[in-house]
């Protein structure tokens, strides 16, 4: 072969100047060599398979990973190390997947550094909801996975400033429908820029909907609904793979003389009404039970970004006192909450701030007791669709109603433990559920063939979500990330 490839480069010379020159030339290095392989040696690596099921916990574990990706995982027997490997002792450790924030913004390196820190190696960015534009240059930084609005105006579109798109998606004083064939050549769009989640909003209307479900999943697109016009048990049915929002989701319940207004008024005194209904339907309600079996039997997985309300249900901190909460800037978040105490700033109008010092008190407490009720009753009505039990993935909003990039996602595994799931769920929620639930098999888990995103952990996460926090080795794309350096950029 050595001989072949003298003769192809030397090709106008005589085969034995090739030789001459081969033999004068190196032996054995290549231009360009692989790096050495990495081991993590010694840890438990937990399994978060089956929706967090399976318990097959593999102890005294060797974890393999060469260019990104691992490549090996086994017990010390069956898995040898390789020579010149670069290997890391996890002795006592635990190895988990690098976590998955499947909707929030990401629009600066500081959130991308926070997010690292806390572990979140993947987010699925939105810049929605008065969020910044999601930030594709920071490094180092999550994987980054795009979620674009469809078949709708809407200024938000990651196509709103190419010339073909910038008229048709411009929105007026409401949003409106796109026609069949702008919305299909939309979603043509919006894949070549690389979109990975559809969001189907609040005005589409039921044929829209399924239209977009089903032509979304033939190339592979994931579908996010957070319906309004269109009524769930159509989404649901036509096979959109998440319902997005505590707060959202329960207009599932609405009856059918709640929901026809809502084609024609999807915000306003409809809207209004239909979500009053759907918040005050008392937890043993049987419409609500049938409704969350339903959810259950089909393939739609709930991602209820219980994080929004954190900071209104009980058993809160400040989150402020957080190490990464040191990178975040409040300026370049939506309505956060006060660092001093953590606690929900709600915004009060400018001719109330006239009122004397006791009665504007008075207008503040009212207003976060009632919010506090409804968050509440929002929580109750969860803990009824919880017992049906439908499939969950992980998602913080953040950073938005004093949720934190990377610290949200944490505080997001708290409260689904908190709902019901156990630890070993909760965590599958974060990792492999987002490779059941959208095919995405190339993260979620400390498996071969998988990206090499793995966090390694100072405690058992089954036996306590906390333990997720805990921190010692973070991998991303198969590079060791100097974690304390992240923190850096805010001092």
């Known amino acids: 072969m050595r001989l072949l490839r003298i003769v192809l480069i030397g090709i106008e010379g005589s085969v034995l100047a090739g030789v001459l020159a081969w033999a004068q030339a190196p032996a054995t290095t290549p231009r360009f060599s692989a790096p050495p392989p990495l081991v993590l040696a010694g840890g438990t690596v937990v399994d978060v398979a089956?929706?967090?099921?399976?318990?097959?916990?593999?102890?005294?574990?060797?974890?393999?990973?060469?260019?990104?990706?691992?490549?090996?995982?086994?017990?010390?027997?069956?898995?040898?190390?390789?020579?010149?490997?670069?290997?890391?002792?996890?002795?006592?450790?635990?190895?988990?997947?690098?976590?998955?924030?499947?909707?929030?913004?990401?629009?600066?390196?500081?959130?991308?550094?926070?997010?690292?820190?806390?572990?979140?190696?993947?987010?699925?960015?939105?810049?929605?909801?008065?969020?910044?534009?999601?930030?594709?240059?920071?490094?180092?930084?999550?994987n980054v996975y795009l979620i674009d609005p469809i078949g709708s105006t809407n200024n938000r579109s990651?196509?709103?400033?190419?010339?073909?798109?910038?008229?048709?998606?411009?929105?007026?004083?409401?949003?409106?429908?796109?026609?069949?064939?702008?919305?299909?050549?939309?979603?043509?769009?919006?894949?070549?820029?690389?979109?990975?989640?559809?969001?189907?909003?609040?005005?589409?209307?039921?044929?829209n909907t399924q239209w977009i479900v089903a032509h979304a999943h033939q190339v592979g697109l994931v579908t996010y609904g957070e319906f309004v016009a269109t009524p769930y048990k159509v989404g649901v049915e036509a096979g959109v793979d998440v319902l997005l929002h505590m707060g959202r989701y329960e207009l599932g319940v609405i009856p059918s003389e709640l929901q026809r207004p809502l084609v024609e008024e999807p915000v306003g005194t409809a809207a209004t009404t239909a979500y009053d209904y759907s918040e005050r339907l008392p937890p043993t309600d049987l419409h609500l039970r049938e409704y969350a079996k339903f959810l259950a039997g089909h393939h739609a997985a709930l991602m209820p970004t219980f994080s929004l309300f954190f900071l209104q249900l009980p058993d809160h901190r400040n989150l402020w006192k957080e190490p990464a909460a040191g990178l975040l800037d409040p300026s370049q978040m939506v309505q956060p909450s006060d660092r001093g105490t953590g606690e929900i700033v709600y915004p009060v109008s400018s001719w109330l701030r006239h009122l004397p010092s006791m009665p504007l008190r008075w207008l503040e407490d009212s207003t976060i007791k009632k919010t506090e009720q409804s968050a509440m009753r929002l929580w109750s009505i969860n803990e009824t669709i919880?017992?049906?039990?439908?499939?969950?993935?992980?998602?913080?909003s953040a950073p938005v109603m004093g949720t934190m990039?990377?610290?949200?996602?944490?505080?997001?595994?708290?409260?689904?433990?908190?709902?019901?799931?156990?630890?070993?769920?909760?965590?599958?929620?974060?990792?492999?559920?987002?490779?059941?639930?959208?095919?995405?098999?190339?993260?979620?888990?400390?498996?071969?063939?998988?990206?090499?995103?793995?966090?390694?952990?100072?405690?058992?996460?089954?036996?306590?979500?906390?333990?997720?926090?805990?921190?010692?080795?973070?991998?991303?794309?198969?590079?060791?990330?100097?974690?304390?350096?992240?923190l850096k950029l805010g001092r």
Not at 53 to 65: G, H, P, T, W
Request: charged content about 20%; hydrophobic content about 45%.
């Open 50 to 142: 089956d929706w967090g099921r399976s318990a097959k916990d593999l102890q005294d574990a060797i974890v393999i990973v060469r260019e990104g990706r691992i490549t090996d995982v086994g017990s010390r027997l069956a898995v040898s190390i390789p020579k010149g490997a670069r290997v890391i002792d996890c002795t006592g450790k635990y190895i988990i997947p690098g976590l998955v924030d499947g909707y929030a913004g990401m629009s600066s390196q500081r959130e991308a550094n926070a997010n690292l820190y806390m572990g979140v190696t993947t987010v699925v960015a939105t810049n929605a909801n008065h969020r910044l534009p999601v930030d594709l240059a920071a490094n180092p930084t999550p």
């Open 158 to 207: 990651l196509l709103i400033n190419h010339p073909a798109w910038a008229a048709k998606l411009k929105e007026g004083a409401h949003p409106a429908e796109l026609s069949p064939e702008d919305t299909a050549q939309q979603l043509v769009d919006t894949a070549k820029l690389g979109t990975r989640v559809l969001w189907l909003g609040h005005d589409l209307t039921a044929a």
């Open 386 to 396: 919880f017992a049906a039990y439908p499939h969950y993935l992980a998602a913080s």
């Open 405 to 486: 990039p990377g610290i949200s996602m944490h505080t997001e595994l708290e409260m689904l433990v908190r709902l019901g799931l156990s630890p070993r769920e909760a965590l599958a929620a974060a990792t492999n559920n987002y490779a059941l639930q959208f095919g995405w098999t190339e993260l979620g888990q400390v498996a071969p063939g998988r990206r090499a995103d793995i966090l390694v952990v100072d405690g058992d996460p089954t036996a306590n979500i906390w333990n997720a926090r805990r921190i010692s080795g973070l991998i991303l794309d198969g590079n060791v990330v100097d974690r304390e350096g992240l």
